[in-house]
Every structure is written in C-alpha cells, then in structure tokens.
C-alpha cells in the first residue's frame, strides 16, 4: 500500500523558518513527479513546488520563488521542502503528493497527482 507521511509543520513568526518532509512508503518513486501543496482555512488547494530528480525540473509557485526551496533524497524515498522568511499568508496545511507518469513535464496540475499524504499544519503569526 502506498502511503505519504507528511512532517515538520509547527507554528512559527513571521520571518522564520520550517523544514517539511515527506517520505513515501509502499514502493520506489524514482522516476515519479513529487509535488508539494497547501490549503489555507476557506481557500483552495495551491500549488507550491515540484522536482523531478531524474531530470533536475523544478518548478516553483510565483508566490513562494526565492523563499522556498524543494529537494529530494531517493535513496531515503523522501522529498523536502525548506521554507525561508515565512510570512502569515503562508499559514495552511501542506500536503505532497506525487504523478507517477514518468514522462510528464513539471506541473502544477492538481487533477494529474495520483497519491496525497494527510498533511502537516503550518502556522506562520506575525
């Protein structure tokens, strides 16, 4: 069974920083596309961040460029992503998920991810 396990939400301030990991279990994502969103309290869910190590493609929202910073470890079967200067209106619950469609391009497309962790709270105060 595959499973996503988010970790590394907490609450922090303004300008702070956090470290989310996901690990996946179940099976070996080598190829796969991982991807990183959140969901803030009333909103949408919204894309964050994406890799593909086989490749190097990242893609990152315009909202977090320059602040965030997604990466993996395949041997680990773990996918980071380090948040620098959080701001309040990055308060949400962060889920990664991944595509297992190895020839797709870096996307944001929330339709095409095949599996979701349950996420992990991030509180940013000001």
């Known amino acids: 069974q595959v499973r996503l396990a988010e970790s590394g939400g907490g609450l922090v301030q303004a300008g702070g920083s956090l470290r989310l990991s996901c690990e996946v279990s179940?099976?070996?994502?080598?190829?796969?596309?991982m991807g990183w969103f959140r969901q803030a309290p009333g909103k949408g869910r919204e894309f964050v961040a994406a890799i593909r190590s086989t490749t190097g493609s990242i893609l990152y929202a315009d909202s977090v460029k320059g602040r965030f910073s997604i990466s993996r470890d395949t041997a680990k079967n773990t996918v980071y992503l380090q948040m620098n200067s959080l701001k309040p209106e990055d308060t949400a619950v962060y889920y990664c998920?991944?595509?297992?469609?190895?020839?797709?391009?870096?996307?944001?497309?929330?339709?095409?991810?095949?599996?979701w962790g349950q996420g992990t709270q991030v509180t940013v105060s000001s």
């Open positions: 998920a991944v595509d297992l469609n190895i020839y797709s391009t870096v996307h944001a497309n929330t339709n095409e991810y095949d599996y």
């Open positions: 179940g099976r070996t994502f080598s190829g796969a596309l």
